[in-house]
């Protein structure tokens, strides 16, 4: 469609613009109509820039708002950003011409209100909880005396004066103090530092080494006790090689150096009490224990003199015993003198029995030299016999043997006929024409060659006369 003269003649005499220009004027239109607002939202993709100036989103459920915090502006803000917790920023808004974005510049920014603290808080908590910070395992016992006590705290509240106080009541102590900033910006590092320092302290040195450390504040608001929840003062109070107590607020306020440290006292005055004993009390129950200790000793020995009286009395006279045993060893030296000179001549009278009753070495040897030559006769009678008898035995088996042997059957008139292989032939027909073989007779071998030729007819029985003119010949 056309358009209308009308609109070709404005459209024609709108200016042409830039795009610096047109980012220009939307930068001043910007800044002029928001120079300071206050925006709450939740903190999101925080980074801290090398230069030192601070970029993060700020978002809700129906936007994102970009937001920036200069360097110089960062080290004044109230807390510590991080991702995830609900702020109130308050800034100005502005363009960034490089990007077509709108940011907020922050100047100053708090927590949204209690609840927030309470998340980020219990956010912290787990975090440091599931790193081992809190473990019971890790909490060192207290000493019973300490020499030296460390305090960090401020050295012009009414805390530090209450600690010494209460300690001066109790057991005097020499108590060195860290004076340190307990609320603003800058409290949590110089907490953390002074714990941090006393554990740098070497043993023996021109300052002495802490034997306890009591980390105390008043009492306040969350936020006036939150430098005592931050990071770096729970991770010093946790990495503290000096026994630590925690006394932060009254006993109704909870920080996390309370659960890092090794012990919690409900308040700085309690913190005192935990620390040292009562030197009065320790005096009265010393005594009273010493009164206690010389008592119950005096009862013991008199317990011991009263049974060593009565088993002194059942004890015999040590002189009679004395006596009586120098009256047996006497009549038993005697009783050995005698008895030695009667066992001699006993034995000398029973060696000379023996002596009698012994058959001279000659006699004996004589006597078993003829006893062994009649059994070496009588041996050799044995001998002779039982190889007699062994020799008809051999004789008649080796007659047996012959009897049964083959050349006694070839002496009867049969022949052994053999192969060229040296096999026997034991029947007509495993006979080849031919074939090579050997017959053997008692007398000798002959070689001979079978013909092609069998005999027909049964053999004729022999009737008598000479065996070898029916035996007809095989040349």
Sequence with gaps: MPKSPDT??????????????????????????????????????????????MYFTLK??????????????????????????????????????????????????????????????????KKLAAEGLFEESQKRPLPFIPEVIGVVTSPTGAVIRDILHRIGDRFPRRVILWPVVVQGDTAAEQ????????????????????????????????EDLWAFNEEVVVRAAAASDIPLISAVGHETDV?????????????????????????????????????RLVGGMNRLLGDRRVRLEGLVRGLPNLKHMVDEAAQRLDDW??????????????????LRELAAGLISPERRIAAEHQRLNGETR?????VRG???????????????????????????GFALVRDSAGENVRSAGAVTSGADMTIRFHDGDIAVRASGAKPTGKPKKRTGGDPDDDQGTLL
């Design 333 to 350: 030296a005697e009783r050995l003198a005698n008895g030695l000179s009667v066992g001699l001549k006993h034995r000398k009278l029973q």
């Design 191 to 222: 907490i953390a530092s002074a714990i941090e320092g006393f554990n740098a302290l070497a043993a023996g040195g021109s300052v002495p080494r802490p034997d306890v450390l009591i980390v105390a504040r008043g009492g306040g608001s969350l």
């Design 8 to 53: 070709d003649a404005i459209e024609h005499n709108l200016p042409i613009l830039g795009v610096g220009e047109i980012s220009q004027a939307l930068k001043g239109v910007v800044e002029q109509s928001f120079a300071r607002v206050r925006v709450r939202g939740e903190i999101s993709g925080f980074k801290r820039a090398a230069s030192g100036h």
């Design 386 to 412: 039982l190889l007699k008898d062994r020799g008809m035995k051999l004789n008649s088996s080796r007659a047996l043997l012959e009897s049964f042997s083959y050349e006694r059957v070839l002496e009867r």
């Design 378 to 382: 009588a041996l050799g009678r044995a």
């Design 255 to 291: 920080t996390l150096i309370d659960f890092a440290s090794d012990r919690r006292a409900p308040t700085p005055t309690a913190a005192a009490e935990i620390a040292v004993p009562v030197r009065i009390n320790l005096l009265a129950q010393l005594m009273d224990d010493g009164s």
């Design 60 to 125: 809700d459920e129906n936007a994102v708002l970009d937001g920036v915090c200069w360097k110089g502006t960062a080290g004044r803000l109230g807390l510590r950003p991080e991702d995830g917790i609900d702020i109130v920023a308050t800034g100005r808004l502005t363009t960034y011409p490089g990007r077509s974005k709108y940011q907020i510049v922050v100047d100053q920014m708090e927590l949204a209100g209690e609840g927030a603290l309470l998340k980020l808080l219990e956010d912290r908590k």
